[in-house]
């Protein structure tokens, strides 16, 4: 909440993370996306992944020179209209590198992706992870439909926006896009959202997504997100 959150959206995001997020110190490497990382609780990869180390870096230098630095990694903060970036200083068998350029990197160094693993357990590191998420992740989402009353509504409560942050985490874009449909052809308040969950669930279900599927079911049914928003 002190990352700019609602009460219902700070307990819908514990839900997710707890429930089917990762780890933070969870770091893997997607050869589709030329062996570049995935760090973190969300997971965070490309830009956003870059923002959360320079928030770290900002805040705990010592911490992040401990982990990372000594490797030759450098990260630095945004300076509008410049975005964060991250440098490779170079080494005996790597060229100096920045962006993402840099990032594909820990694909080809154990070292790397090993010091990345450990950095996830410092504190601040995962409250970096958090801060990258809130702002780059969930807030474009949640402003994407706060001048449309209908979704507005339908994603008041802690479930629906459960419902919500779950289908950014697992399917994207067009995932968030298509429960946003769903509501808007059944817009009736107040569950809209839940109801948008049961046809997306059952979406998912028909398309050969079961695992996808039983978890929008288990955030329809959870105890742990009832009552008020």
């Known amino acids: 909440m002190k990352l700019g959150l609602t009460e219902a959206q700070a307990r819908a995001l514990e839900f997710v993370l707890t429930w089917f997020g990762s ?3 969870s770091v893997t490497s997607e050869p589709q996306s030329s062996g570049e990382p995935r760090w973190g609780a969300w997971p ?5 992944l870059i923002t959360a180390l320079a ?4 805040r ?3 911490a992040f020179d401990a982990r990372l630095g000594r490797l030759g990694l450098e990260a630095t903060p945004a300076q509008p209209p410049e975005p ?3 440098r490779f200083l170079g080494s005996r068998n790597a060229a100096p590198s920045e962006g993402r350029d840099a ?3 820990f694909a080809e160094d154990p070292r790397l992706l090993a010091a990345l693993a450990q950095a996830g357990r410092e504190r601040g590191a995962q409250l970096a992870q958090l801060e990258a998420l809130v702002t780059h992740v969930l807030r474009p989402i949640l402003a994407s439909y706060t001048e449309d009353a209908v979704a507005d509504s339908a994603f008041a409560s802690a479930r629906a926006l459960a419902l919500l942050f779950h289908a950014e985490l697992r399917l994207g874009r067009r995932g968030v896009a298509r429960l946003v449909a769903f509501v808007r ?3 009736e308040p107040p569950f809209a959202g839940e109801h948008a969950g049961e046809r997306l669930a059952e979406d998912l279900r028909t398309t050969g997504r079961s695992r996808e599927a039983s978890e929008v079911w288990r955030i329809l049914t959870s105890p742990e997100l009832a009552g008020p928003a």
């Open 23 to 25: 780890p933070f110190d």
């Open 44 to 48: 965070l990869s490309g830009p956003t």
């Open 55 to 58: 928030h770290w870096k900002q």
């Open 60 to 62: 705990e230098p010592e």
């Open 84 to 86: 964060a970036s991250l």
């Open 103 to 105: 990032l594909s990197l």
């Open 185 to 187: 052809e059944r817009p």
